[in-house]
């Protein structure tokens, strides 16, 4: 037989609660079982205790700056497919994934073509940053051109660049994907300037970084953007095949459709999409 839970009285329960640490009570049963059967001594059960309780704070503040960059949750390095038919510098990611490169404010930009999983590896290093008290933000950068080119009209570009140039990690997916503007040009421009020595990137691109230079407006600005940028980054280049031909709907026998329609799920209720 199991051995019988120790009871928590109501007088504990609500002196955790009243310090905050009333999720000490969830698992504190467990411990104390533990405690006798190894018979620890009080101290070390109650570093136990708080080890526990720094734990579940440490991953909720994680949680929290990860939901705030607007990381995909599914994207993380311990869910990455490896039966994926890619190739990559394994050194380089060991190097990537120890972070210094946010110590030494240097950026990364990952290459390669579509389908790769270029956007789940800078998403899991978004999360991995998090997870050391790094605050991230994840956004496309067509749509980060955009709310730039919007911030002209509102008078908002200063805090708006401010919040792009501050921000210990940037992550840009998906750039160049398209020629700028004279506008866009100068802002990406402000941007590479402002962050580089100073605050690291990660840039995904299905373009080498050579190629960048045509999807300015200014060849000047290109160079001197493109070229801070180079010189400052590491290259993490995938190759292989695409990963999205897997994702592609089938019918199955074994899955025949329900007898009646599907019913809209609420948005709060939704799991985000997986993407690479």
């Given amino acids: 037989m199991g051995s019988t839970m120790p009871a928590i009285s109501s007088d504990l329960l609500d002196a955790l609660k009243r310090l905050r640490l009333g999720r000490i009570a969830a698992t504190l049963p467990e411990r104390l079982v533990l405690a006798d059967k190894q018979e620890m001594a009080f101290d070390e059960l109650l570093l136990m205790i708080l080890t526990d309780e720094i734990s579940r704070r440490d991953g909720a503040a994680a949680d929290n700056r990860a939901t705030q960059a607007g990381l995909d949750p599914s994207m993380h390095l311990e869910l990455w497919d490896k039966g994926a038919k890619v190739s990559f510098d394994k050194k380089i990611l060991a190097e990537l994934v120890s972070l210094r490169f946010l110590e030494t404010h240097r950026h990364v930009c990952i290459l390669g073509p579509v389908g790769v999983g270029k956007t789940f590896i800078a998403s899991a290093l978004g999360h991995l940053a998090c997870r050391h008290g790094y605050n991230v933000k994840f956004a496309r950068a067509d749509e980060t051109l955009k709310r730039l080119r919007q911030s002209r009209f509102d008078n908002s570009r200063d ?88 994702l592609k709907p089938k019918i199955e026998d074994t899955n025949p459709p329900p007898a009646t329609p599907s019913m809209k799920v609420p948005a709060l209720q939704r799991r985000p999409k997986r993407r690479r």
Avoid: C, H
Wanted: zero cysteines; glycine letters at 4%.
């Fill in 159 to 246: 805090a708006e660049m401010i919040a792009l140039t501050t921000v210990d990690l940037l992550i840009l997916d998906d750039f160049a994907l398209e020629p700028m503007g004279k506008e866009e040009s100068k802002d990406v421009y402000q941007l590479f300037l402002e962050r580089t020595g100073r605050g690291s990137m990660i840039i995904t691109s299905n373009r080498d970084t050579a190629e960048w230079l045509a999807m300015f407006d200014d060849m000047l600005l290109a160079q001197s953007a493109v070229d801070r940028f180079r010189n400052s980054a590491y290259d993490f280049v995938v190759e292989g095949e695409s990963y999205r031909p897997k």
